[in-house]
């Protein structure tokens, strides 16, 4: 009978540690036998976006924030302490009354009950712990429960889990762009060093893994920038439920912290009206390159438009008839008007066969600036003019000129894209960094 005690415990011991380990991830550079060494630590802090009346981007649509006064049975929260909270302690046993140690509770996962009132009138938040099975509380200090849950205060320690599992679900192997340029990456495997490390804006990179950061920015992003097998992570805010922070807390430093200020989401759909009126004057970019009608050399041409790419939205013409418009829009550098077809309607919803995942515009436009490349006032004003000039990369000269009629490779590592023009040939040269070199015609 002992034995299968002995068992029975060992077993529920090994599937809580199972149920942590699952949220601690780690970036590959450091394994299990490294030696902690001396790094820096994450600062404390990581903001949260502001509320607005835009249509929803892929953060106010799938993470919802959740007020302490609107908790339900079920919330999962890991004990994530800080180093103030080493010396102050969080939660009692709810059996004994007795203050725990969050030390001793570190990585532990608290389910959330209900709340309830003391003998002596305070609230306690309570919880059933996962790991081991014994029931805690969070005592309010001193003042109304509306106050404080209004508060935003929250529970310390608590780091919020249903928004690690929910990120889980939608991001996983899914393609994102940096959008600034600091990121960290672990240097110990048994402990919080982590060492900033620098990734220039705009590098695609792909989701590998998804555990939980720190109290403030919950949702720790793993992801591996394919062309070189480098991984690198942010811990982010999400929701903002149980973070601790003040909206004007999420700025400055804390700025790089907000999902949004740290990645753009490739996949997935925006939230998209119906109301064609509350696109008209917007500023879009482009998720995908996509093949987009522009009116040169007096006729109306395909052009492949490279992903990122900046518009803003002049007109929308509904087709009689039909579920698809024409979106006519003037692209940000160049000033050049293209024309798309495209459906405001959920692919679900059109019921055709043979709609493309590109022809929904919450899939292939995101709302906001397209933060492009960075280049010269000389080359954005050869873009505005059509011309290509010395220097230019293949994605500037996509926007001035267009996707070539033909790519052929040439001696030395040069690459010459050739477009046909009425009566010769129009050839641009680049060189190995893909950079154009020269331009001629024949």
């Excluded at 608290?110 to 003391?118: A, L």
């Excluded at 205060?153 to 991001?171: C, F, H, N, Q, S």
Aim: glycine letters at 8%; aromatic letters at 10%.
């Amino acid at each position: 009978m002992k034995r299968l005690l002995l068992t029975a415990v060992m077993a529920c011991a090994m599937l809580a540690v199972m149920a942590q380990d699952s949220y601690i991830v780690k970036t590959k550079n450091v394994k299990p036998a490294d030696k902690p060494t001396a790094a820096a630590t994450l600062a404390d802090g990581t903001p949260a976006e502001s509320e607005s009346g835009e249509p929803q981007n892929f953060v106010t649509k799938n993470f919802k924030y959740r007020s302490m006064c609107d908790w339900t049975e079920g919330m999962k929260f890991m004990v994530i302490p800080e180093k103030y909270d080493l010396i102050v302690n969080t939660f009692r046993d709810a059996a004994t009354g007795k203050e725990v140690g969050n030390g001793k509770l570190r990585h532990h996962i608290m389910i959330y009950k209900n709340r309830s009132v003391g003998a002596d009138g305070r609230v306690h938040i309570n919880f059933l712990c996962q790991d081991d099975s014994r029931a805690y509380y969070f005592e309010l200090p001193n003042g109304s429960f509306e106050d404080y849950c209004y508060g935003k205060l929250g529970v310390p320690t608590l780091a919020y889990l249903d928004d690690v599992d929910k990120a889980r679900e939608l991001l996983v192997g899914q393609t994102l762009i940096t959008r600034q340029p600091i990121f960290y990456i672990d240097t110990q495997y048994e402990g919080d060093g982590v060492e900033e490390v620098r990734i220039p804006e705009n590098t695609e990179v792909i989701v590998r893994s998804i555990g939980v950061g720190t109290r403030k920015y919950p949702v720790k992003i793993i992801v591996e920038n394919p062309q070189t097998g480098e991984e690198f992570f942010q811990n982010v805010v999400l929701s903002r439920t149980n973070n601790g922070m003040r909206d004007e807390e999420l700025i400055m430093d804390n700025k790089k912290f907000v999902f949004l200020n740290s990645f753009e989401v490739l996949t997935g759909t925006e939230y998209v009206s119906r109301n064609f009126r509350d696109y008209i004057g917007k500023t879009i970019f482009t998720k995908y390159a996509t093949e987009m009608e522009s009116k040169g050399d007096g006729r109306m041409r395909t052009v492949k438009v490279p992903r990122l790419t900046e518009f803003v939205i002049d007109a929308i013409a509904p087709h009689s008839g039909s579920h698809f418009v024409t979106m006519t829009l003037t692209e940000a550098e160049s000033r050049r008007i293209y024309t798309k077809e495209i459906t405001f309607l959920n692919i679900e919803e059109t019921g055709e066969i043979g709609i493309k995942k590109e022809d929904y515009f919450g899939y292939l436009f995101g709302l906001g600036e397209g933060k492009l490349r960075s280049s010269t006032p000389e080359t954005r004003a050869a873009i505005r003019q059509g011309r290509v000039i010395i220097g230019m990369t293949e994605d500037e000269v996509e926007l001035a000129m267009g996707e070539p009629d033909n790519v052929v490779q040439a001696s030395n590592g040069r690459v010459d894209w050739i477009y046909k023009r009425t009566k010769k040939l129009l050839i641009v040269q680049f060189n190995k960094q893909r950079k154009v070199q020269g331009v001629k015609t024949q």
